[in-house]
């Protein structure tokens, strides 16, 4: 299978700071754009995840970081041969120990109290692919001309069904509450060539509508064009995009999408609520220090999406 991705995690146009990280195969992206044509194989462990962090003096950045870092050291550390329900059970298993890391380093660092992270996106395991979610940042199928959204908001509008209750309230992510889950869903066999799945923070789908998404994807579909829809609206949070594309697929029949529904917000400014030198092993009482970000230029100094396209396309094989 090739699948052809495309990203771009922006600072947005009102905050300092950016407290995204993207996860796309083992490496780390904030404040840049890249694309890559990436080849799977049957041995394949690739992540692609959005993390938006959230609380604390700079622990939003710290929380993001090391969710996607310690991920990274997981899913390279995978043994092979495991069925569905046992990688099910390893990642909810993982996303206990990393909630109760986030939880323990705000407890020894008052600054960082209350820090957190959601976490989305898609994990290719040999020939399996699965959907994750903790939190409010989506996870979209485009297909046929129609959007769907495959992950369901942890939020307290999605919770009660009150649409006039603030976007932005979640009751769920690695870190910040006492208690946390993870949404597993099992993709394999349903993904299809020319199937574009979209992974992104609150930051795009709070800022422009699923019409304008669906839209989007159907005329330019590119990352790039995405983040600066969002930042044309305003551009209020951080805002990243991971876009995925699939090619070169077996040849199946492709469902109907049929009458699909769609879920739009009004605009939010962040999450309220609601963690490291990350293990590579799934231990519990592993130190926890901020791990090393080698692509996050200085507050003040970031570019605009687009000025920080990166020049490296690549083909991997994974």
Request: proline share 3%.
């Amino acid at each position: 299978m090739l699948i052809k991705t495309d990203l771009n995690c922006n600072v947005g146009c009102v905050r300092q700071n950016n407290e995204d990280m993207v996860l796309l195969a083992d490496e780390l992206f904030r404040d840049t754009a890249q694309t890559l044509d990436l080849e799977i194989g049957k041995d394949t462990r690739f992540p692609a995840i959005v993390a938006d962090g959230m609380g604390g003096h700079k622990g939003g950045e710290i929380a993001s970081e090391y969710a996607a870092e310690f991920f990274s050291a997981f899913a390279s550390g995978l043994e092979g041969g495991l069925s569905v329900d046992e990688v099910t059970r390893k990642i909810k298993d993982w996303v206990q120990t990393a909630h109760r890391n986030i939880l323990r380093q705000g407890t020894e660092n008052p600054e960082y109290d209350g820090m957190g992270t959601t976490f989305c996106g898609l994990f290719f395991y040999e020939d399996k692919v699965f959907s994750l979610n903790a939190g409010d940042s989506r996870l979209y199928r485009f297909r046929g001309g129609i959007l769907r959204q495959i992950s369901a908001d942890h939020s307290m509008r999605e919770l009660t069904g009150d649409i006039s209750m603030a976007s932005n309230q979640i009751y769920n992510s690695l870190g910040a509450g006492a208690e946390t889950f993870i949404d597993v869903k099992d993709l394999t066999g349903q993904l299809f060539d020319d199937d574009i799945f979209l992974v992104c923070s609150d930051g795009l789908c709070d800022m422009i509508s699923d019409d304008d998404i669906e839209r989007i994807l159907a005329t330019d579909p590119k990352a790039d064009t995405l983040v600066e829809a969002a930042r044309s609206a305003g551009g209020k949070d951080n805002v990243s995009v991971i876009l995925l594309e699939i090619k070169e697929t077996e040849e199946r029949e492709v469902p109907d999408e049929g009458n699909e529904t769609r879920r739009d917000e009004a605009p939010g400014e962040g999450d309220e609520t609601l963690i490291a030198e990350p293990a590579r092993e799934n231990r519990e009482d592993e130190n926890f220090s901020r791990p090393r970000s080698d692509n996050s230029p200085a507050p003040g100094n970031r570019p605009s999406s687009a000025d920080n396209k990166s020049n490296r396309e690549q083909r991997l094989v994974l």
